[in-house]
């Protein structure tokens, strides 16, 4: 698979400490990420650890909180689910809630990303992608056909989906596409359309502002206003409203398509 097919989005972010210093959580997507970074560490909040460099983050289940240290310029490739597997040649199971260095999974990539930091930020992304096309494998067209025909349905319908359903429409068991999201994914097929309801709910937070708690959990498929705010705390570790307090937030960041250069 050509890796630039398996990138969902590239994001940068510059700027001072005081401009990038909110606490607000990055929210679980199913989705693998790289994030490099040319300037001061972040600090992890829940072990007070300063991340690495060159950060390595799997398919979380639970929101993570980082701020910087110092000065902020940091580089984003963020994955589409079920495609990562196609860099990183690993089963995805075992990046689950897990953060490492990518060089602890490609060969050599201190090196490179010690050369990426001295270039321009305009020529980073060119560079970085020629790095990374050197790690690309083959992924079976089968097996990908099937895990991203689930997962286009668990999009389509907002998460409101059974894995029995899933199944039969694929023509596959329950058991057999468990099991390639589990190899390919990373995630179990129900959480990952769990985590596809909050993020849609959050969506619809954030760009429908009339919409109201009963009429956005109705409309993600939640049984109520409760069950709505009960599962966002769950993946997201705080309510919707707490979310979303206004300006832009990491995971709003993170989705951007294209470089954002500060807030």
Known sequence: MNVAHAVKAVWTARGTK???????????????????NFADPFRDLSSGALQPHDLLVGQMTRPTVATPTGDVDLLGIRYWPGRAVAVLRTPMWELQDRMARVSDLLTG???WVDEVRTLPA???VMMMATHLSRHGGRVDPGRLRLVEGALTQIARRRGHVSIEDLSRE????RRHLERQFRDQVGL???QVARIARVQAALRIVETEQD??????????GFADQAHLIKECRAIAGVTPARLLPGGT??????REPRGVAGP
Do not use: H, Q
Request: glycine letters at 8%; charged letters at 25%; aromatic letters at 6%.
């Open 18 to 36: 005081a401009e990038f210093e909110r606490s607000d959580p990055i929210v679980p997507d199913g989705c693998v990420e790289m994030v490099f």
């Open 109 to 111: 990539a201190d090196t």
């Open 122 to 124: 305009s020529d980073r």
């Open 170 to 173: 694929a023509g596959v068991s």
């Open 188 to 190: 179990p097929a129900k």
């Open 211 to 220: 919409s109201g708690g009963v009429e956005i959990a109705l409309r993600c």
């Open 249 to 254: 937030s990491w995971s709003s960041l993170m």
